[in-house]
C-alpha cells in the first residue's frame, strides 16, 4: 500500500511532478540566458563600450564631427506676446486646454516665456509660435521661430 498525502495524491506522484517543474524552470532560464546572450553577440558593438560591456552614457559622449548639421527644432509652442517691455527679450503665454480628472471639466492653463527675440520684430498681442534652443540666460530657452499673426492696432 502506497503512503496517501492529505489530498489523496501518493507521496510519490508529488515527487515526480515537483521535479519535472524544477527542470522546466531551470531549461527555461537557460534558454532566455542563451537568448540574451546570442542577440548580444550579433548586435554591432556599441560606441564607448569598455571591458565589462556597458557603453557610455550619451551624455559623456562627445561628437568628434568638424561640419555638424544645425540642430532641429525640438520643441515648438504657439502663444501670445504679453510682454515686449525688455531688449531683445519677449515675454509670451503659451494657453493649453486640460480635462480636470475628477470632474472632466476643461481648464485652460497657461505658463510664462521668456522668450530670445534678436530682430526685436514682435509687439505686444502678436500671435507667435516658439521654439526650444540652447540657453541664452537663465531662464530664456526659448526664441522666436516666425510670427503666425501681428496683433491689430
Known amino acids: 500500500m502506497s503512503r496517501m498525502d492529505r489530498g489523496g495524491v501518493p507521496l510519490m ?5 515537483m521535479q519535472r517543474s524544477a527542470s522546466m524552470g ?5 534558454l ?3 537568448v540574451a546572450w546570442f542577440s548580444s553577440a550579433r548586435s554591432t558593438p556599441t560606441v564607448g563600450a569598455s571591458i565589462t560591456g556597458f557603453a557610455r552614457s550619451p ?3 562627445r561628437s568628434t564631427a568638424v561640419f555638424a548639421e544645425p540642430r532641429k ?4 509652442l504657439e502663444g501670445r506676446v504679453i510682454s515686449d517691455k525688455m531688449d531683445k527679450s519677449r515675454t509670451v503665454r503659451v494657453e493649453r486646454l486640460v480635462r ?6 476643461r481648464m485652460r492653463l497657461s505658463k510664462n516665456y521668456i522668450v530670445h527675440d534678436p530682430l526685436e520684430q514682435t509687439e505686444e498681442g502678436d500671435l507667435v509660435r516658439i521654439g526650444a534652443r540652447s540657453p541664452v540666460s537663465k531662464r530664456k ?5 516666425d510670427v503666425v499673426r501681428k496683433a491689430i492696432k
Open 13 to 17: 506522484a508529488l515527487d515526480r511532478s
Open 26 to 30: 531551470l531549461l527555461l532560464g537557460l
Open 32 to 34: 532566455l540566458v542563451a
Open 59 to 61: 551624455c559623456t559622449m
Open 73 to 76: 527644432i525640438r520643441q515648438v
Open 100 to 105: 480636470h480628472p475628477k470632474y472632466h471639466k
Open 141 to 145: 530657452t526659448f526664441e522666436v521661430v
